[in-house]
C-alpha cells in the first residue's frame, strides 16, 4: 500500500505563488513517475504536471513556464513551485503515483484547496 499526503493549499491573490507539497509512505519502492492532477468544480479531472524517477518532466500547457515540478526520492516528497497564480488555477490538486508494474497512476492523495481570488 501506498499512502500521498498533500500540503500547501489555500487561498491567494492572483499573481501570488504557492507550495504544495506531497509526502508518500507505505509501499515506495511501487512507486514510478508522480505527478499532480486537479479538479475545479463542474470539469474534469487534469493533468496538471508529471515526474519521472529521473526527473524528466510533463507538464499542461496552461501551468508552463509559470508552475515547476520537483522530487526529492531520497525523502520520499514531491513538490510544485507554483507562480503567477490565476483564478482558472482554482481546483483541488491532487498528488498521484504511478504504479512501476502497470503503469497507471494507481495512487492518489486526499487533495488540497487551492483558490485564487482576482
Known amino acids: 500500500q501506498v499512502q500521498l499526503v498533500e500540503s500547501g493549499g489555500g487561498l491567494v491573490q492572483a499573481g501570488g505563488s504557492l507550495r504544495l507539497s506531497c509526502t508518500a509512505s507505505?509501499?515506495?519502492?511501487?512507486?514510478?513517475?508522480m505527478g499532480w492532477y486537479r479538479q475545479a468544480p463542474g470539469k474534469q479531472r487534469d493533468l496538471v504536471a508529471t515526474i519521472t524517477r529521473g526527473a524528466r518532466t510533463n507538464y499542461a500547457d496552461s501551468v508552463k513556464g509559470r508552475f515547476t515540478i520537483s522530487r526529492d526520492n531520497a525523502k520520499n516528497t514531491l513538490n510544485l513551485q507554483m507562480n503567477s497564480l490565476k483564478p482558472e488555477d482554482t481546483a483541488v490538486y491532487y498528488c498521484v503515483g504511478q504504479e512501476f508494474i502497470s503503469g497507471r497512476y494507481l495512487y492518489w492523495g486526499q487533495g488540497t484547496q487551492v483558490t485564487v481570488s482576482s
Open positions: 507505505g509501499s515506495i519502492g511501487s512507486i514510478n513517475a
